[in-house]
């Protein structure tokens, strides 16, 4: 389809493909949202990079080392594998707020580092998120942003919506519907 085109896929972790627990530090307590496996599945088969942009600040809060969330990231590929799913690469932010990185959501620094790791054209790719700050981080470079509220909504993304100055380009209820929007529209570019 596209292929060497360098269009990826970018995915939140907490909330979108794995609920999220707070400051999760047991791999034994991944558990994934339902059809990422199989949508992830898809974005593989359509040779579509998959690449995990998460914030942990909990590294930097000292919740959690860094060899413990290789541990729970280790996990998250078996998982995946399990299904027939992988994901290509995974970028964090392990700082806290107040550290004024420029890595940690909604700015867009893991994007950047994804581009110049893998030569990425981020203003044709797209990023899947619960929360608005994903939708502002692939607006900040040019992506597309669509919002999946993870099941059970946690933390009101009505209100989130309401009050961001940006709106998801699309608005889906499975993390599989996001992924038909995606190739959909990347059908009828080509
Ligand atoms: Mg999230
Ligand atoms: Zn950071």
């Known amino acids: 389809m596209q292929k060497g085109a360098r269009i990826a896929v970018f ?7 794995c609920f999220d627990k707070h400051y999760l530090s047991d791999p034994d ?4 949202i339902p ?10 088969d359509a040779k579509l990079p998959v690449i995990v942009v998460t914030n942990q600040s909990g590294v930097r809060r000292g919740y959690f080392t860094e060899e413990t969330l290789k ?19 995974i970028f964090y932010c ?5 550290e004024g990185c420029k890595c940690r959501k909604p700015a867009p620094g893991m994007l950047m580092q994804a581009r110049d790791k893998h030569g990425f054209d981020l203003t044709r790719s ?8 994903d939708v502002g981080m692939a ?3 040019g992506a597309k942003g669509i919002l999946v509220p993870e099941p059970g909504d946690q933390y009101n993304i009505e209100k ?4 961001s100055t940006t709106k998801p380009d699309f608005r889906a209820d499975t993390f599989m519907q996001a992924v038909d929007w995606i190739l959909k529209r990347l059908d009828k570019r080509d």
């Open 11 to 17: 995915v939140d972790r907490d909330g979108t493909i």
């Open 29 to 32: 307590g991944l558990e994934l």
């Open 35 to 44: 059809t990422v496996a199989e949508g992830i599945k898809r974005l593989n």
């Open 71 to 89: 541990a729970v990231h280790d996990r998250l590929r078996q998982i995946l594998a399990s299904h027939g799913a992988k994901i290509d690469d």
């Open 94 to 98: 392990p700082h806290r707020p107040d």
């Open 126 to 133: 797209f990023v899947i998120g619960d929360r608005m700050m």
């Open 139 to 141: 607006h900040a470079v």
């Open 160 to 163: 989130e919506i309401r009050e």
